[in-house]
């Protein structure tokens, strides 16, 4: 997991491919003023979507989820939001039925070793080995999500 401000992601663009596009797409776009839903960038491997959700309690924690396909950029728009992390190779309990390879999620029942506070005009980079559970917070959070394909083998423990 990197956490930085949005202000030096253009030390990241050429970290991964297609870091570069989500780079250009954050220089062109506000992402204050674009519509809800998706924002395709490069067909079937960057995209970016902007959503409202409510905050999901801590006290009931939420599943935590992971990726094999995707990295995800997260960029809180508005709103108060934590993401809580563990390292997957110490997340034990996945039921492989919960694995979803059309969405490229796995969820697994397990509690966040780290809790990173959010703020606007930051982003949370989640690699495959980042389990991952945001939207921790109360009210309404306003994000913008970057996906980008990974180029390597998916993780061999799904």
Same mark, same amino acid.
């Given at each position: 997991?990197?956490?930085?401000?949005i202000?030096?992601? $253009?030390?990241?663009? $050429?970290?991964?491919?297609?870091?570069?596009?989500?780079?250009?797409?954050?220089?062109?776009?506000? #992402?204050?003023?674009?519509?809800?839903?998706?924002?395709?960038?490069?067909?079937?491997?960057?995209?970016?979507?902007?959503? $409202?959700?409510?905050?999901?309690?801590?006290?009931?924690?939420?599943?935590?989820?992971?990726?094999?396909s995707?990295?995800?950029?997260?960029?809180?728009?508005?709103?108060?939001?934590?993401?809580?992390?563990k390292?997957?190779?110490?997340?034990? !309990? #996945?039921?492989?039925?919960?694995? !979803? $390879?059309?969405?490229?999620?796995?969820?697994?029942?397990?509690?966040?070793e780290?809790?990173?506070?959010?703020?606007?005009? !930051?982003?949370?980079?989640?690699?495959?080995?980042?389990?991952?559970?945001?939207?921790?917070?109360?009210?309404?959070?306003?994000?913008?999500?970057?996906?980008?394909?990974?180029?390597?083998?998916?993780a061999?423990?799904?």
């Amino acid at each position: 997991m990197i956490i930085d401000s949005i202000k030096s992601f $253009e030390r990241y663009k $050429e970290f991964q491919k297609g870091f570069d596009k989500v780079y250009e797409f954050l220089r062109k776009n506000d #992402l204050h003023t674009l519509e809800l839903g998706n924002h395709p960038i490069v067909e079937n491997d960057v995209w970016c979507t902007i959503s $409202e959700s409510e905050g999901r309690d801590i006290a009931t924690l939420p599943q935590m989820e992971v990726h094999d396909s995707f990295i995800d950029i997260h960029i809180l728009l508005e709103g108060d939001e934590t993401i809580g992390w563990k390292d997957r190779a110490k997340c034990d !309990n #996945l039921q492989m039925a919960q694995y !979803n $390879e059309a969405q490229d999620i796995a969820l697994f029942d397990e509690m966040p070793e780290i809790f990173v506070s959010c703020s606007p005009g !930051n982003f949370v980079m989640c690699f495959p080995a980042d389990g991952h559970t945001p939207l921790l917070g109360s009210g309404t959070i306003k994000k913008a999500v970057f996906k980008i394909r990974v180029l390597n083998e998916p993780a061999a423990d799904k």
